[in-house]
């Protein structure tokens, strides 16, 4: 008997499917039985995601997109989400790559990745957990600011003041009077990153805050 629970909350290869299902007379034939059965959901072709017992209710979101195409992390307005510094519900999950830009619309909703530099994109990514305890690769709240002012075309940081009211007025960032921010992180970006001049101004402003 297959025993799709053990993969939890990871999204599952075909090969993987194929091998366990090999006792069965054709693992193709039963891998399209449990997704009519709707114990499978099909992410993409060759990338599957067993369903928990209560549904799709602890699906995490933020695993499957790291799976779903990849290397990648989370970042963007979905990081910055996550880390509860905007206030808007963000509904595609936003992700950094070293592949081209690509977007997925799953059942599980929309992916959409953006692309790096391989030598920007390792910096700042942190290991996090949902609230089920699955853990996934997602930008720290410096590394998801950088990516938002790298991949917003025709964005121009000159100054601090800049910079406060880009965070402030456009992002609606809350920047919390406790919060530790790593500045080095920003520096790091800087070095290897397009768009100096901004990232300049982004890390004079943090070091401001501090």
């Known amino acids: 008997m297959e025993n799709l629970a053990a993969f939890g909350n990871t999204p599952i290869e075909y090969a993987t499917l194929v091998a366990m299902l090999s006792h ?113 690769l997602m930008a720290s709240p410096e590394k998801a600011l950088c990516d938002m002012i790298l991949l917003s075309s025709g964005l121009r940081l000159q100054s601090s003041k800049a910079v406060k009211s880009y965070l402030e007025e456009d992002l609606r960032l809350d920047l919390p009077e406790k919060q530790r921010w790593n500045s080095q992180i920003i520096l790091d970006c800087l070095n290897v990153g397009k768009k100096k001049t901004e990232l300049t101004q982004l890390l004079k402003f943090f070091k401001n805050y501090e």
């Open 24 to 136: 069965y007379k054709s693992p193709k034939d039963k891998i399209a039985a449990l997704e009519k059965q709707k114990k499978l959901i099909r992410i993409k072709k060759g990338l599957f995601v067993a369903v928990p017992k209560d549904g799709t209710g602890s699906i995490c979101r933020e695993l499957i997109a790291n799976h779903l195409y990849g290397p990648s992390y989370i970042s963007l307005e979905s990081a910055l989400s996550f880390h509860n510094l905007i206030p808007e519900r963000v509904y595609s999950v936003l992700s950094v790559t070293t592949k081209r830009s690509k977007k997925y619309n799953t059942p599980f909703g929309i992916f959409d990745y953006r692309t790096v530099l391989p030598s920007y994109f390792s910096i700042g990514i942190q290991l996090q957990k949902s609230d089920n305890k699955t853990a996934f």
